[in-house]
């Protein structure tokens, strides 16, 4: 029965309407689930109010929407769609330290295959997390970003979806301008922008990251 609920509100999603307008057709749709007297409130049920309150942060508090997560979650460890969107929720919300030990937590088999590019997400947030909280040395790290962008573009070569890692680049120029370097990585990560025509998007973080590469 919440799979019907899901599929109104992927519609609402497409739609394109004011976030103001999504929020008060998402309002209504929520309302109806909680006013159906046989609706079971089992981990899906959860999850579908955390993920209305994280797409759109209008229909719920923060508190609400984290408090709805933990609820699915504790009802069902191992229901991944949640795990995965209270990851994004919190590193949105930079509490870095939660979303990397919720991150760490999905079985990323689970998303193997059927749908890999959420499981590239989920390393390249990892790995984010791991830059920003400085968990390894420069140099093991270097090495961590760069096996992740060979796997990145062995996808991309085999796969129509296209996920570009956008966290990755933002906070890899982010560190370049904090000066710390992660080079051999940044080398691939610039050949990689080229590749999928992001140098001309993402012109300052092309321009931060090349930069100091030419000057090395």
């Not at 995965?84 to 919190?90: E, K, Q, R, S, T």
């Not at 080398?187 to 100091?212: C, G, N, R």
Request: proline share 1%; hydrophobic share 35%; glycine share 4%.
């Amino acid at each position: 029965m919440i799979s019907e609920y899901f599929n109104e509100i992927f519609l609402i999603e497409g739609k394109g309407d004011s976030i103001e307008k999504q929020s008060e057709e998402v309002k209504t749709l929520v309302q109806k689930l909680q006013n159906k007297i046989d609706t079971k409130k089992g981990s899906d049920y959860y999850y579908f109010l955390a993920y209305s309150g994280y797409i759109f942060p209008l229909v719920f508090s923060e508190d609400d929407t984290n408090s709805f997560f933990i609820k699915a979650l504790a009802i069902d460890g191992e229901n991944y769609y949640a795990h995965y969107y209270y990851a994004f929720f919190l590193f949105d919300k930079k509490k870095y330290k939660k979303a990397y030990k919720e991150l760490k937590s999905i079985n990323l088999d689970f998303f193997r295959n059927t749908q890999d590019w959420r499981r590239l997400k989920i390393e390249e947030l990892g790995l984010v997390c791991t830059i920003i909280l400085e968990l390894n040395k420069n140099k093991d790290t270097d090495i961590e970003i760069l096996k992740w962008l060979n796997s990145y573009s062995d996808w991309i070569e085999s796969s129509d979806d296209f996920n570009y890692p956008l966290d990755l680049i933002r906070c890899i120029s982010n560190e370049v301008g904090q000066g710390r370097f992660y080079k051999q990585s940044s080398i691939k990560l610039v050949s990689l922008m080229k590749l999928l025509e992001l140098d001309d998007y993402y012109k300052e973080e092309f321009s931060t990251i090349s930069s100091i590469l030419n000057a090395n």
